[in-house]
């Protein structure tokens, strides 16, 4: 017969949260609470790791059981904007289950979407017109593949399926928006079951930039790629080219140089290809524009959003599209053939539209001035680092890369681990911070990424460079 561990009890939690006079029935519930989760059934992400429970969240902290302390330094992976405990967050969602917490969109729309909705489109660049609200940056990708796809068929251009995308970029997890990403740990083991889609490099000035060649004239060439490989694909045949404006996780907060957005924006309109931002890790202010394509002078044919669009309170992302594709779905068969059961959740649509009133009512207004600041720390700091190569990104989102020779760029042995345990070692420091390896081919290279909460104070930029350097010790 099948051993069954009954979860922690409501009792159990009520024990240790408030003190208790009898110090030795409040240890004697921390024990089984303890037991109870070694013998937990949450299925995780690693099997054999050993993970502090989260129980408190304080600004830009998180406390485990025990008490420590973590600074969110990455917010999560670029999530908490707002930090753990927004008063005004909390109360939007606790008022709005008081009204309705949830009714399927085949049925209703709410007045969350619908106003969120129009606050979006009113700050968003270019001719995007219409928001399809969903889970979470993977549904938000997989929503736009879809859709692009149904864009071509109803325009009677059923030949049009094929997708490009860059060399180290993710997109997501789901199978579409996985096949599109270019991120090779990943998509290795679902090869596959996915669909065939073709890569270009990615904008790495640190590493690909010609000796003599300028910034621009370097961008100008990179981009040019996507023409390359439009037509070796034939340009009848090419849906869309998908790209993050500032490389997230695969990367390291990878910003592109001036103009080469400007030259895949026409790449795509000479062709009739959709230009597809992933923003969902870069948008919502977190590069210091509310959407992040702003700062290229781009507005793309189909935009997605995540993550800081619900700060952590709710999972809710979007994609949002321009007005001729919604109007090429409205006067053909007028159904977009997806969806999703949460899609629209008004729990989540009202928990995010308290964030975007809080991010343009001038909190994101904080983090051009704060990224600056944190920027300055970082090269005061690990600038003449011997293993730190490159320090770069835009306001909040930062990235340094790691190698073990600053001279020649050269990298890590993968085999060492070293971006597992330099997060290994922040964490211990009482820093969340988020280390990757594969940086430079999916293989070689390990990078930090930062991308702390818009609400941190110049004494947390002190804290994540001081946390940063005993990781640093202890590793090197």
Request: overall charge negative.
């Amino acid at each position: 017969m099948k051993n069954v561990v009954n979860a922690p009890s409501k009792q159990m939690f009520q024990a240790l949260t408030f003190s208790d006079t009898n110090a030795s029935t409040q240890c004697g519930l921390s024990r089984q609470l303890s037991d109870a989760f070694a013998m937990s059934h949450v299925f995780p992400r690693h099997t054999k790791a050993d993970l502090p429970v989260a129980v408190t969240g304080d600004g830009c902290y998180i406390l485990d059981r025990s008490g420590k302390k973590y600074f969110d330094g990455s917010g999560g992976a670029a999530v908490s904007c707002l930090g753990h405990s927004d008063p005004d967050v909390i109360a939007a969602i606790k008022a709005q289950v008081d009204r309705i917490a949830f009714a399927h969109t085949g049925f209703f729309t709410s007045e969350p979407a619908e106003e969120l909705a129009d606050l979006l489109i009113g700050k968003a660049p270019g001719n995007l017109d219409r928001v399809y609200f969903v889970s979470g940056g993977s549904e938000a990708m997989e929503a736009a593949l879809k859709l692009a796809r149904q864009y071509f068929l109803e325009k009677g251009e059923a030949s049009r399926h094929r997708v490009i995308a860059r060399r180290q970029s993710y997109h997501g997890n789901t199978l579409g928006a996985l096949a599109t990403g270019g991120n090779q740990w990943r998509r290795e083991p679902f090869a596959p079951l996915m669909i065939d889609t073709t890569h270009i490099a990615p904008c790495y000035e640190y590493r690909d930039r010609r000796e003599g060649e300028t910034a621009f004239d370097y961008g100008q060439r990179i981009a040019n790629e996507l023409e390359a490989e439009i037509l070796r694909l034939g340009p009848e045949n090419v849906m869309a080219f998908v790209a993050e404006p500032v490389v997230g996780a695969t990367a390291g907060a990878l910003p592109p140089v001036e103009g080469y957005f400007k030259r895949i924006r026409e790449i795509c309109d000479n062709y009739g290809v959709l230009l597809i931002l992933d923003e969902v890790m870069c948008g919502m202010g977190r590069t210091g524009t509310l959407f992040a394509c702003e700062q290229d002078g781009v507005a793309p044919d189909i935009l997605c959003i995540a993550k800081g669009l619900g700060a952590g309170y709710q999972p809710v992302g979007a994609m949002l599209c321009t007005a001729a594709i919604y109007e090429a779905i409205e006067t053909g068969s007028g159904f977009f053939q997806h969806g999703h059961t949460y899609i629209g959740h008004p729990t989540a649509c009202a928990a995010a539209l308290a964030v975007f009133r809080k991010l343009t009512g001038g909190v994101a207004d904080r983090v051009m001035p704060m990224g600056e600041k944190l920027t300055t720390a970082l090269n005061d700091a690990f600038g003449q680092h011997p293993h730190v190569g490159d320090i770069r990104g835009r306001g909040l989102f930062r990235g340094i890369e790691i190698v073990e020779d600053r001279a020649s760029k050269a990298p890590f042995d993968p085999k060492r681990g070293i971006n597992k345990a330099l997060k290994k070692a922040a964490f211990e420091a009482g820093l969340i911070c988020y280390p990757m390896g594969g940086t430079i081919d999916g293989v070689r290279g390990d990078h930090i990424l930062l991308a702390p909460p818009f609400i941190l104070e110049d004494s947390h930029i002190g804290e994540i460079t001081d946390k940063l350097n005993q990781a640093f010790k202890a590793v090197f």
